[in-house]
């Protein structure tokens, strides 16, 4: 299996300006999770997929930001009219959830995360 | 809800000789997983290792080992024969193993670990 990769590393942009980022999970993982990291903290999380769905969401996100998951797969997370607090780690995770036989399948792994500056 | 209290800010080891990191959490919860993430300072989150709470048996994964004391809600980490490429900052996690809940993962506000030569 190749990881959870998350693009684009790192993004600086100005404040005001919309910033938009990818997770592509594991190979047939059917949980994706967003999760925000500031520094010297834990990661919080964002929102969560079961598949195509959007089922939860963290009353950290604000109505500027917006998560999509297309058919399953890849998932894009986007910031509206950022502000400097929305600087942080922003990691995916994904795991292979309820499926019979797989005794572990409530483990998330991690991407690299994206880096967001905001200026 | 449930909250989980890391009370080691940083932690330093001789290499080879073994350390153990501190982790408390609270829920009313009977079924769930707790689980250590390494983070090395390229900043990828990695599975340490898990832990499941129907289990009564510590879990060890090599040179990593668990003390899980439900009773006194206690999960800590114990790092045999460290090594340098065990310097990071290590976070406990706590996941409800409830049907239909979100699973989130809960963390701590991690133990930054440095390993002496």
């Known amino acids: 299996d190749t990881g959870v990769s998350q693009n684009p590393r790192h993004k600086i942009t100005k404040r005001g300006q919309n910033v938009t980022f990818r997770c592509d999970p594991i190979?047939?993982?059917?949980?994706l999770y967003w999760y925000r990291q500031t520094l010297g903290q834990g990661p919080e999380f964002l929102t969560y997929?079961?598949?195509?769905?959007?089922?939860?969401k963290s009353r950290l996100l604000s109505d500027r930001f917006s998560a999509e998951r297309p058919k399953g797969s890849f998932s894009t997370l986007e910031i509206q009219r950022t502000e400097q607090g929305d600087s942080a780690m922003y990691l995916c995770?994904?795991?292979?959830?309820?499926?019979?036989?797989?005794?572990?399948?409530?483990?998330?792994?991690f991407g690299p995360g994206t880096r967001l500056t905001v200026l | 809800a449930q909250t989980v209290t890391q009370s080691q800010p940083e932690m330093s080891v001789q290499e080879a000789e073994t350390v153990t990191l501190s982790c408390t959490y609270d829920?009313?919860?009977?079924?769930?997983?707790l689980f250590w993430y390494k983070q090395p300072p390229s900043r990828q989150m990695i599975l340490v290792i898990r832990q499941e709470a129907y289990k009564q048996q510590n879990a060890t994964e090599n040179r990593f080992s668990v003390n899980f004391q439900k009773a006194a809600k206690s999960f800590s980490l114990k790092i045999s024969d460290s090594q340098l490429g065990d310097a990071a900052m290590y976070f406990c996690?706590?996941?409800?193993?409830?049907?239909?809940?979100?699973?989130?993962?809960?963390f701590g506000t991690g133990t930054l670990l440095a390993v002496q030569p």
């Open positions: 829920t009313s919860e009977s079924d769930y997983y």
């Open positions: 995770a994904s795991s292979l959830e309820y499926v019979a036989g797989d005794t572990y399948g409530y483990t998330q792994y």
């Open positions: 996690a706590y996941r409800s193993a409830k049907g239909g809940a979100t699973n989130k993962l809960i």
């Open positions: 997929f079961q598949n195509e769905a959007q089922l939860e």
């Open positions: 190979s047939e993982h059917n949980r």
